[in-house]
Nanobody, 120 residues
Framework: QVQLVESGGASVQAGGSLRLSCAAS????????MGWYRQAPGKRRDWVAG????????DYIDSVKGRFTISRDNAMNMVYLQMNNLRPEDTAVYHC?????????????WGQGTQVTVSS
């Protein structure tokens, strides 16, 4: 069974930076487009960023473009999210997962996520 373990979350002040990591086990991520998602308190979980299986194409929601960078290391079965210039509205629990063919669904059970809290 595929397991996802996210880490790297913390409490930071606005303008700060964090690097999130996602470790996958039970499969090889090289075959999959991977994404980062976030769930703010009282809200649904939303997609934030995605990266193609070979790492050559990335895409983002508008609110994080220019601030967040998604990357991957297929040899290590890892996905990363570099977050710069953080804002209070980035506060959420962040998760990674493999993205379905049209990006509207995910493929694996969710991990526990990692909490990011940004204070103003």
């Amino acid at each position: 069974q595929v397991q996802l373990v996210e880490s790297g979350g913390a409490s930071v002040q606005a303008g700060g930076s964090l690097r999130l990591s996602c470790a996958a086990s039970g499969t090889e991520i090289i075959r999959y487009r991977m994404g980062w998602y976030r769930q703010a308190p009282g809200k649904r979980r939303d997609w934030v960023a995605g990266i193609s299986s070979d790492g050559t194409t990335q895409d983002y929601i508008d609110s994080v473009k220019g601030r967040f960078t998604i990357s991957r290391d297929n040899a290590m079965n890892m996905v990363y999210l570099q977050m710069n210039n953080l804002r209070p509205e980035d506060t959420a629990v962040y998760h990674c997962n493999a993205m379905g063919a049209d990006g509207s669904y995910t493929l694996w059970p969710w991990g526990q996520g990692t909490q990011v809290t940004v204070s103003s």
